[in-house]
């Protein structure tokens, strides 16, 4: 007698990730990284679409621990720029990398009044030019409690016409930054004593910083 042939096992349905729920889908995003959806994690579907585009997902912008080579620089900034724009008014933190630039600062300053904390690590000259000061003027960071700079060329001029557009600031640190010397510590405390706590860590003999720039 032939033995009865084994029982046919179906296979549960594939799992129909269009369907996941907005606040699950915002949940995965943020695991994944707002940079991974930048570069196409969100265009998997139209639902994932959907969610890639509320603005609450864009409160944090954290593009700073990312490798970026020169010639990656442009597409950094379009990246940054479409999180911004995303964020619909609602960015809270920002944290960039080498390609945040003079454009892009206005880009941020203009579209992010709630903005919180700023964070710019090894960008070149100009990223706090004079037209962006004269913005400032207009459209100050009246929510920025925290600015953060490391290796940054700017010097205490540039630097002083920044802050008194952030009458909100409570922490300021200055790390390594070109165009920046010992004595204009004293100048910054002096000028803005109402900073609860300013870390000044700038050792300059030459013109130059310290720890030797990227730029």
């Given at each position: ?67 970026i080579s020169f010639e ?72 920025l409690r925290s600015l ?68």
């Open positions: 007698m032939d033995a009865a042939p084994p029982p046919v096992t179906e296979e549960p349905p594939a799992q129909d990730w269009s369907l996941l729920p907005l606040d699950l889908l915002s949940a995965v995003f943020v695991r994944l990284g707002l940079v991974e959806v930048l570069r196409g994690a969100g265009m998997v579907c139209r639902s994932w679409l959907d969610a890639a585009k509320v603005p609450d997902l864009w409160r944090v912008v954290d593009m700073e621990n990312h490798i990656d620089l442009d597409v950094w900034r379009a990246r940054a720029k479409a999180a911004v724009y995303r964020s619909d008014g609602q960015l809270r933190e920002f944290a960039g990398r080498r390609f945040v630039n003079a454009e892009l600062m206005q880009y941020i300053v203009e579209r992010s009044p709630l903005l919180t904390t700023l964070r710019l690590v090894s960008c070149s000259s100009g990223v706090f030019s004079y037209r962006l000061a004269s913005l400032m003027r207009e459209s100050p960071l009246r929510e953060i700079l490391e290796n940054v060329d700017i010097t205490v001029k540039k630097l002083t016409s920044v802050l008194k557009r952030c009458p909100a600031l409570e922490v300021l640190t200055v790390r390594d930054c070109s165009g920046m010397y010992v004595e204009d510590e004293e100048t910054l405390r002096a000028k803005f004593a109402r900073i609860k706590t300013l870390t000044f860590e700038c050792e300059d003999d030459d013109g130059g910083c310290c720890c030797g720039c990227d730029f």
